[in-house]
């Protein structure tokens, strides 16, 4: 089959590779039907994360289609219509009953774990799929509804993830840093969450727009200094109630921590990259710092519903569809900001 791998700074190809096969009882396959590129593949494409010699697979979205399942699976069946969320988990652990699915004491993370494929291809291996794998009730063909079901499966619960650990709830103001994919989920889910007001720091003018539509009531296209200067003018001097960390810079948490108002919370999604936030400032401000990878599988029954009756349309975040042959041209759209988010099709 043809599935995507990277082998080394900004050197993507799409190769063929073995089928997946059936390799413990409670594995099954999925045929993807669509996927995507996440921000996060952005950090190893521009060299700053380690690719091993050999390749890495990419990709951790896909919704599927199953085509074979082993003999314990018994949740899914073939033909079912999946969402793959971007970790794999038993579903019965104890971290799994509490929520946490990428907690998960048998889990790991699709693209990243040794022997498990990558969700840019034509098909994946699932482990524990009983556990992993979230039947939705649409047709493989409904290309209105599935951008934003895939969404599903990171970006709209990861947005939602750091909404929920920044504790954002009405009559609150919530500050969003970054304006990607997820910082625009994250406006989506502070609006459904009940924020008074929604604050957007990001400085791209077509993110900004849809961030717009999406709830955000004040923009913030300041950076560093200037920004935090900006939101205390918003917010009369005390800072926002609840911040949203979606970029994983040193400079966006050390922004979030600034921004904060005292006894408030910094809910962090940005896969981090830095080597630690100021202990300090946190700390004699009474800021509750939460948050990491979000249990996107725990999310999606409150939040299918929504996006079912056309309430929420995180999906738009999606503004280029490529075929999976051109997955090269998706990574370099995205790394040029000429894309927010690509949407693949095998």
């Not at 594995?27 to 380690?50: H, N, Q």
């Not at 699932?126 to 063909?141: C, H, M, Q, R, W």
């Not at 500050?175 to 989506?188: K, P, R, T, W, Y």
């Not at 090269?328 to 900001?337: H, L, P």
Request: net charge negative; proline share 6%; with cysteine.
């Amino acid at each position: 089959m043809r599935a995507t791998v990277l082998f080394g700074p900004r050197d993507v190809r799409v190769v063929r590779v073995p089928d997946p096969q059936i390799c413990e009882p409670t594995d099954a396959i999925i045929r993807v039907v669509v996927a995507c590129i996440c921000g996060s593949d952005l950090w190893p494409y521009r060299g700053i994360d380690v690719v091993p010699e050999t390749g890495r697979s990419m990709g951790h979205e896909a919704i599927g289609v199953v085509e074979d399942v082993g003999a314990a699976v018994a949740r899914v069946k073939r033909g079912d219509v999946v969402l793959m969320p971007f970790a794999f988990s038993d579903g019965s652990c104890t971290f799994c009953h509490e929520g946490l699915h990428t907690a998960c004491l048998h889990g790991g993370f699709f693209g990243y774990t040794p022997g498990i494929g990558g969700a840019q291809a034509e098909a994946v291996r699932i482990p524990f799929a009983d556990g992993t794998l979230y039947k939705v009730p649409v047709s493989e063909n409904d290309t209105v509804l599935l951008p934003h079901l895939l969404t599903l499966t990171d970006v709209m619960g990861t947005g939602y993830h750091a909404a929920v650990t920044a504790r954002v709830g009405p009559g609150k103001i919530a500050a969003i840093i970054g304006d990607g994919a997820v910082g625009l989920c994250s406006v989506i889910a502070a609006k459904r969450l009940g924020a008074e007001r929604i604050l957007l720091l990001g400085h791209h003018l077509d993110r900004i727009a849809l961030a717009q539509e999406f709830g955000a009531t004040d923009l913030v296209t300041e950076q560093g200094e200037a920004a935090v200067e900006r939101i205390r003018e918003l917010t009369g001097g005390l800072g926002a109630h609840a911040v949203l960390e979606c970029v994983g810079t040193e400079e966006a948490i050390e922004t979030a921590v600034q921004i904060v108002r005292p006894g408030g919370a910094i809910g962090r999604v940005g896969v981090p990259h830095y080597a630690g936030m100021p202990a300090g400032l946190t700390f004699f401000k009474n800021v509750t710092v939460a948050g990491g990878p979000a249990p996107t599988r725990a999310y999606m029954d409150a939040l299918l519903p929504d996006l079912l009756e056309g309430r929420l349309q995180p999906g738009r975040v999606f503004d280029l569809s490529l075929p999976l042959d051109q997955v090269a041209e998706g990574y370099r759209a995205m790394d040029e900001r000429r894309a927010i988010k690509v949407l693949l099709k095998p």
